[in-house]
T-cell receptor, first 112, second 113 residues
Framework: GQSLEQPSEVTAVEGAIVQINCTYQTSGFYGLSWYQQHDGGAPTFLSY????GLEETGRFSSFLSRSDSYGYLLLQELQMKDSASYFCAVRSASGGSYIPTFGRGTSLIVHP | EADIYQTPRYLVIGTGKKITLECSQT?????MYWYQQDPGMELHLIHY???????EKGDLSSESTVSRIRTEHFPLTLESARPSHTSQYLC????????????FGPGTRLLVL
């Protein structure tokens, strides 16, 4: 089966940089995605890595190392509105289908 | 802004009732998914579909059923609701291209008394 590990909570101050790690165990790995979910809201897509390296989208960057089964989401110039839960998700092959599996989520708390 | 809708947004219902949660998308996506999420917890895939007349069960065992008669519509039905079904249900769709980005609906919060 698939499993993902990420920290349950991360705290940081406005303007700082924070890194949220994700390690995974899966067969038939295709890619690692990151989603943001505010309290009471729906998850929204942030980034996707299929190959090793860094993907940058504005203040957010995501990194993947396939050999280490590891990735991270980097948030720069933190703002109060970044307080949310962040989920990593793997896309993997299972019985001929490509199904997504989500981690338990990391609650990011940004302080003034 | 993704065009995926869920109704109702909130539902309080008694044990034993039959309920159907609606999900529609106007993006023409072939792939659609249903997730169950308890507060502060991960999303559990309960059903998915890769196109019309295609439905599969996900990782989490569920007493619900789904149908996919039209591309845009993917309803989820509970034949007999129980308090253990109390949760948030999220519907999503993806376009099936490289990133497989999932677009989520606003969710249905279900409370079974």
């Amino acid at each position: 089966g698939q499993s993902l590990e990420q920290p349950s909570e991360v705290t940081a101050v406005e303007g700082a940089i924070v890194q949220i790690n994700c390690t995974y165990q899966t067969s038939g790995f295709y890619g690692l995605s990151w989603y943001q979910q505010h309290d009471g809201g729906a998850p929204t897509f942030l980034s996707y890595n299929a190959l090793d390296g860094l993907e940058e989208t504005g203040r957010f960057s995501s990194f993947l190392s396939r050999s280490d089964s590891y990735g991270y989401l980097l948030l720069q110039e933190l703002q109060m509105k970044d307080s949310a839960s962040y989920f990593c998700a793997v896309r993997s092959a299972s019985g001929g289908s490509y199904i997504p599996t989500f981690g338990r989520g990391t609650s990011l708390i940004v302080h003034p | 802004e993704a065009d995926i809708y869920q109704t109702p947004r909130y539902l309080v219902i008694g044990t034993g009732k039959k309920i159907t949660l609606e999900c529609s998308q106007t993006m023409g996506h072939d792939k659609m998914y249903w997730y169950q999420q308890d507060p502060g917890m991960e999303l559990h895939l309960i059903h998915y579909s890769y196109g019309v007349n295609s439905t599969e069960k996900g990782d989490l065992s569920s007493e619900s059923t789904v149908s996919r008669i039209r591309t845009e519509h993917f309803p989820l039905t509970l034949e007999s609701a129980r308090p253990s079904h109390t949760s948030q249900y999220l519907c999503a769709s993806s376009d099936g291209t490289g990133k497989e980005t999932q677009y989520f609906g606003p969710g249905t919060r279900l409370l079974v008394l």
